[in-house]
């Protein structure tokens, strides 16, 4: 476990506060974090009012703030993202000058059952993460029966229901979103090449219901394995069976690099190229001449090229995409501490009210089914860079 506290500072909450967006917690929140990772460079915890001193083992005695577990891997093959994850989450707990909140960090590469029953044993009435489907699935029977919600950072909408919320970025509405601009900008006819797998299975769903609900029709949907012959294998068939105005590329921007070419070279010529969220990763794809034109949706990024430019200042190094879930998942507690009393349990229904959240990655509320519904903006992939080309709306 780490633990850091939150120090006086400006940062980045004063760009998000005051963005105008009604839905972002005014200035009189306040949040402290009783384990969050102190940065390498950091003196010792100077965490807003004094505290009681240590019992140990385990965590100070705590009646004037809340409890929070942070459960990401920090050791094993993930503990880059996680580690990134809770650096973040530090961040948010800095700019945000909290006070009645401790965030508790739970290393989950060594056993996610293992670091949930810690974290209830230590008394946290809320758990933000686990990080992958698997380990928000193994931590939610002990979640569940202590009574603490669980808002994880898994985009597998499957985890979802009975106390344990999906924060990630979920490829369907992604779909939704880049088809229903394309439907609106005239575009009747889909193809789409979607690699086997999960996530593939899913994304193939979400543009067969997007565009069938929409009053369009797909033409064509080719799986592929992930090896350029069978890409090209898929992109032929394409070729052969359909005319279509517009091809979904259901895989991250390395595929889709690979793919454009070919796709240009066989009967996609004039055809818009669309992507998923996983795009929003890939650097190299305004390098590419084949998909200049290209749309994708994704969570807005003006908020996190900011948070990424600080914590690169903070910690020497960029963080991972997925951070901004971290700093965004303490502003989302800070909302709901405003009239959460320390001592009772995480008022839950306060999760899915209608207004939601907003944070770095935007706008952002929990529906019934416990999945993050999103404000997702439209970028085009241009010549040396991606513009924004439909904003996402600020609200719900």
Known sequence: MAETGAVRQAGIWSIVRNSGRALVVGSALFLAACQTIVPRSSGPETSGPAQ??????GLPTDETRHRIALLVPTSGSNAGVGQSIANA????????????VRIT???TGRGAITAVNKAIADGNT????????DNAKAAAPAARKAGVPIISFSNDTSVAGNGVFAMGYSPAQSVERVVSFARSKGIERFAALVPTGVYGERTGNALLSAVRSSGGTVVSMQNYSRSSASVTAAIKKLAASSDYQAVLIADGG???????????????????????E?????????????????????????YYRQLASKYRSRFGKAPYRLSAMGYDAVLLTIKIAQDWKPGRKFPVSKLTEKGGFAGIDGAFRFGSDGV???ALEVQQIGSGRLSVIDAAPRGF
């Open 52 to 57: 009681p001193a240590p019992v140990e083992p």
């Open 89 to 100: 989450t530090t961040m948010a707990l800095l700019d945000t000058k909290a006070e009645n």
């Open 105 to 107: 960090t739970y290393d």
């Open 126 to 133: 809320l758990i933000l993460g686990p990080l992958t489907s």
């Open 254 to 276: 390395r595929v889709a690099i690979q793919a454009a070419p070919v796709i240009r070279q066989n009967g996609g010529a004039n055809a818009r190229i669309l992507g998923t």
């Open 278 to 302: 996983l795009w929003n990763t890939e650097s190299g794809l305004t390098s590419s001449a084949a998909l200049q034109g290209a749309w994708f949706a994704s969570v807005p990024d003006a």
């Open 372 to 374: 993050a519904q999103r």
